[in-house]
């Protein structure tokens, strides 16, 4: 203002003024010219100058900010005035169109040069692959979906960035860009917060009572029989009551082992009945929906926490987890309670069951790359993560009478606990050989485990009235595994022992419905280790009277009278030669310890005789037939050199 006064003045006195003599008026006509335009091109100077130090301000990186980051999961953000007096006048006006021109030219440049600000602004402390963090996630809600695919990888193998730059993406990024990292082999931890603090508990309540009060929340009507049994045994049981009337507690898994002997330790009897109970009630969409809804997603995560080594507590939340993760409505809620970070953390672990139980949850979380939906006790161990490996066929292992889907795939002679890390030597000792040495030998395969609950007699039973047979355990088996996507390529089935008279009613039951058809025409061949095909004499000793006074509805199958044995041996004979599979069957040579004073030759040559394919004797007891001792042992080389050929043709395509 003060310089256009001055400019007006100078004119008004250039016109009023008396006509002097012609050589004094021109040469202040030329001073005063002098004096307007240097005063003009000062001002403008000044002003261009202190806006091109205000935009700098305004884009330069608070470095203390930067240095807090590296400590911090959130970022700071400068605050802007909301006094609206600051936003009057043409000065206000012209600042802004200034400043909007200046980050579309900067904007535009980054864009293309994928490069920081230059020039007039190459000291704005930015670093060179600040503008890719963003470009990255811009290009990870494309809706292109190669392009969401190849920005996830690509900030996957960042190794380079500094903290706060995890933390941008792990703050600005979606759901779906969230479980794609967490499911990809080289993210990098920090791309995921911390989970949000859990409500505090109750007054005058324990995470028990709380636990209890879930349950109970949930609808007990129409439920099935053993729902309701593990229900009404949490909520109307002590945990000395339960003590007493188990004797111990017993892994839900089918595996057979003592989980805990005394119940003064934590985790209480309480808890684990009733995560076994929610266990079976996750399985139902609409109870799913209660457990969320009464913040079962935070109380489950606070006992995650609090029993961090108790691998059964654990591993029955993250069942109940992996069944909620099966209802797509609920995905956002789940990612939303931190659960992802736990899942990221849980899948990189050594542990092959924690880390199989979190590629199950996460697998079914991620709908970009997976199709398919895992339900309980499906559970894959190649690939666990994202791969672009193609997958070309399947193999599925079936364990037998009082196994279980990890550790009946152990490798043998060893003492070692499921529990312990899985060495990346393959010389030493591995806790699932097909994850370890399979998996690295036939990369193209998706290698599938399958789990469910067996006993050996009905008073050491998981549930009283839970009686499954053979025909039923093979079609609730049948229609996990179809859900899972198995009949889609070509696929080889390995079992041992029950786990092969499972598949071959599977295969049977298959063969009579027409959606099942893929299963049939994509099987190429079985492998059965020690399968009682006529029958076995375990369900004739009653001398153990700890397993065998009552023998189960599963081991009274293996009786060599059973009627239902023969015709399932006679059918599957005629189907299998008709169909033409490839047939591998390992036979035991040694007797098995049943008890502490009790051997056995549990499935003897003449039973384990298909009637088809090479039947091999190994000088090995029940148990260990399906463990080889080394990677280069008879038992495994036998079996990866079947693999390969029963399927050579599918993996060369």
Same mark, same amino acid.
């Given at each position: 203002?003060?310089?256009?006064?001055?400019?007006?003045?100078?004119?008004?006195?250039?016109g009023?003024?008396?006509?002097?003599?012609?050589?004094?008026?021109?040469?202040?006509e030329?001073?005063?010219?002098?004096?307007?335009?240097?005063?003009?091109?000062?001002?403008?100077?000044?002003?261009?100058?202190?806006?091109?130090?205000?935009?700098?301000?305004?884009? /330069?990186?608070?470095?203390?900010?930067?240095?807090r980051?590296?400590?911090?999961?959130?970022?700071?953000v #400068?605050?802007?005035?909301?006094?609206?007096?600051?936003?009057?006048?043409?000065?206000?006006?012209?600042?802004? *169109?200034? #400043?909007?021109?200046?980050?579309?030219?900067?904007?535009?440049?980054?864009?293309?040069?994928?490069?920081?600000?230059?020039?007039?602004?190459?000291?704005?402390?930015?670093?060179?692959?600040e503008?890719?963090?963003?470009?990255?996630?811009?290009?990870?809600?494309?809706?292109?979906?190669?392009?969401?695919?190849?920005?996830?990888?690509?900030?996957?193998?960042?190794?380079?960035?500094?903290?706060?730059?995890?933390?941008?993406?792990?703050?600005?990024?979606?759901?779906?860009?969230l479980?794609?990292?967490?499911?990809?082999?080289?993210?990098?931890?920090?791309?995921?917060?911390?989970?949000?603090?859990?409500?505090?508990?109750?007054e %005058?309540?324990?995470?028990?009572e709380?636990?209890? =009060?879930?349950?109970?929340?949930?609808?007990?009507?129409?439920?099935?029989?053993c729902i309701?049994y593990?229900?009404?045994?949490?909520?109307?049981?002590?945990?000395?009551?339960?003590?007493?009337?188990?004797?111990?507690?017993?892994?839900?898994?089918?595996?057979?082992?003592?989980?805990?002997?005394?119940?003064? *330790?934590?985790?209480?009897?309480?808890?684990?009945?009733?995560?076994?109970?929610?266990?079976?009630?996750?399985?139902?969409p609409?109870? !799913?929906d209660?457990?969320?809804?009464?913040?079962?997603l935070?109380?489950?995560?606070?006992?995650?926490?609090?029993?961090?080594?108790?691998?059964?507590? =654990?591993?029955?939340?993250?069942?109940?987890?992996?069944?909620?993760?099966?209802?797509?409505?609920?995905?956002?809620?789940?990612?939303?309670?931190?659960?992802?970070?736990?899942?990221?953390?849980?899948?990189?672990?050594?542990?092959?069951?924690?880390?199989?139980?979190?590629?199950?949850?996460?697998?079914?979380l991620?709908?970009?790359?997976?199709?398919?939906?895992?339900?309980?006790g499906?559970y894959v161990?190649?690939?666990?993560?994202?791969?672009?490996?193609?997958?070309?066929?399947?193999v599925?292992?079936?364990?037998?009478?009082?196994?279980?889907?990890?550790?009946?795939?152990r490798?043998?002679?060893?003492?070692?606990?499921?529990t312990?890390?899985?060495?990346?030597?393959?010389?030493?000792?591995? /806790? !699932?050989?097909?994850?370890?040495?399979?998996?690295?030998?036939?990369?193209?395969?998706?290698?599938?485990?399958?789990?469910?609950?067996?006993?050996?007699?009905?008073?050491?039973?998981?549930?009283?009235?839970?009686?499954?047979?053979?025909?039923?355990?093979?079609?609730?088996?049948?229609?996990?595994?179809?859900?899972?996507?198995?009949? %889609?390529?070509?696929?080889?089935?390995?079992?041992?022992?029950?786990?092969?008279?499972?598949?071959?009613?599977?295969?049977? *039951?298959?063969?009579?419905?027409?959606?099942?058809?893929?299963?049939?025409?994509?099987?190429?061949?079985?492998i059965?280790?020690?399968v009682?095909?006529?029958?076995?004499?375990?369900?004739?000793?009653?001398?153990?009277?700890?397993?065998?006074?009552?023998?189960?509805?599963?081991?009274?199958e293996?009786?060599?009278?059973?009627?239902?044995?023969?015709?399932l041996?006679?059918?599957?004979?005629?189907?299998?030669?008709?169909?033409?599979?490839?047939?591998?069957?390992?036979?035991?040579?040694?007797?098995?310890?049943?008890?502490?004073?009790?051997?056995?030759?549990?499935?003897?040559?003449?039973?384990? %005789?298909?009637?088809?394919?090479?039947?091999?004797?190994v000088?090995?007891?029940?148990?260990?037939?399906?463990?080889?001792?080394?990677?280069?042992?008879?038992?495994?080389?036998?079996?990866?050199?079947?693999?390969?050929?029963?399927?050579?043709?599918?993996?060369?395509?």
């Open positions: 203002m003060s310089l256009a006064a001055y400019c007006v003045i100078c004119c008004r006195r250039m009023t003024s008396a006509p002097p003599l012609k050589s004094h008026t021109y040469w202040r030329i001073r005063n010219l002098i004096k307007f335009t240097g005063s003009l091109i000062l001002g403008g100077s000044l002003f261009i100058t202190y806006e091109v130090l205000a935009l700098k301000k305004s884009l /330069t990186l608070d470095t203390q900010v930067v240095e980051e590296k400590m911090k999961s959130y970022i700071y #400068h605050t802007v005035s909301l006094d609206k007096r600051e936003s009057h006048g043409i000065t206000y006006q012209a600042r802004k *169109e200034l #400043h909007k021109a200046v980050r579309k030219v900067l904007a535009t440049s980054a864009k293309i040069l994928r490069s920081p600000f230059a020039d007039t602004f190459s000291t704005v402390d930015v670093e060179d692959h503008c890719p963090v963003w470009l990255l996630l811009r290009k990870s809600r494309s809706d292109d979906r190669a392009a969401r695919l190849q920005a996830v990888q690509e900030m996957s193998e960042a190794h380079h960035w500094h903290d706060y730059q995890y933390r941008i993406i792990a703050q600005a990024c979606d759901l779906r860009t479980t794609g990292l967490a499911r990809s082999q080289e993210s990098d931890l920090r791309f995921f917060l911390h989970p949000p603090p859990l409500p505090s508990l109750k %005058d309540s324990s995470i028990e709380e636990l209890r =009060q879930l349950l109970a929340s949930l609808p007990q009507t129409e439920l099935d029989a309701q593990f229900t009404s045994l949490a909520l109307s049981e002590s945990s000395q009551s339960l003590a007493a009337q188990k004797g111990g507690l017993w892994c839900f898994g089918g595996n057979g082992l003592p989980y805990a002997e005394s119940f003064g *330790e934590v985790p209480s009897a309480t808890v684990e009945f009733c995560l076994e109970a929610l266990v079976k009630h996750s399985e139902i609409t109870h !799913c209660k457990i969320e809804a009464n913040g079962g935070q109380l489950l995560q606070r006992l995650y926490q609090l029993h961090k080594d108790c691998p059964n507590v =654990q591993r029955n939340i993250m069942r109940i987890l992996g069944n909620m993760a099966l209802n797509e409505h609920l995905h956002s809620t789940i990612v939303r309670s931190g659960w992802v970070s736990i899942l990221a953390e849980a899948i990189k672990s050594e542990h092959i069951m924690e880390a199989s139980h979190a590629a199950r949850t996460l697998a079914n991620d709908r970009e790359t997976v199709q398919e939906k895992y339900q309980d499906v161990l190649h690939p666990q993560y994202r791969s672009s490996q193609p997958i070309k066929a399947d599925l292992f079936i364990h037998g009478l009082m196994g279980a889907a990890f550790k009946t795939w490798q043998q002679d060893s003492e070692r606990d499921l312990e890390p899985v060495s990346e030597d393959e010389t030493k000792y591995t /806790t !699932c050989w097909p994850k370890s040495w399979l998996a690295r030998d036939c990369p193209a395969l998706r290698i599938i485990s399958v789990e469910y609950d067996t006993s050996l007699s009905d008073w050491r039973t998981r549930c009283p009235m839970e009686r499954k047979s053979i025909a039923f355990r093979s079609n609730e088996l049948l229609r996990k595994l179809r859900a899972a996507g198995v009949g %889609d390529r070509p696929m080889i089935w390995v079992s041992h022992s029950m786990g092969g008279l499972l598949v071959k009613k599977m295969l049977l *039951e298959a063969s009579k419905k027409p959606e099942m058809k893929t299963v049939i025409n994509n099987t190429r061949g079985v059965f280790y020690s009682p095909h006529h029958g076995s004499h375990l369900a004739e000793y009653s001398v153990n009277i700890r397993y065998l006074l009552f023998p189960s509805l599963e081991v009274k293996l009786s060599k009278d059973c009627p239902a044995l023969k015709t041996q006679d059918d599957f004979l005629e189907f299998a030669k008709d169909k033409h599979f490839q047939v591998l069957s390992f036979v035991e040579t040694l007797p098995t310890y049943i008890g502490s004073m009790i051997k056995l030759h549990v499935v003897p040559l003449e039973s384990a %005789d298909l009637g088809i394919g090479d039947l091999i004797p000088d090995v007891n029940h148990l260990n037939i399906c463990k080889p001792k080394t990677k280069d042992a008879f038992l495994y080389q036998r079996t990866l050199q079947f693999i390969r050929d029963t399927l050579a043709e599918d993996l060369e395509n």
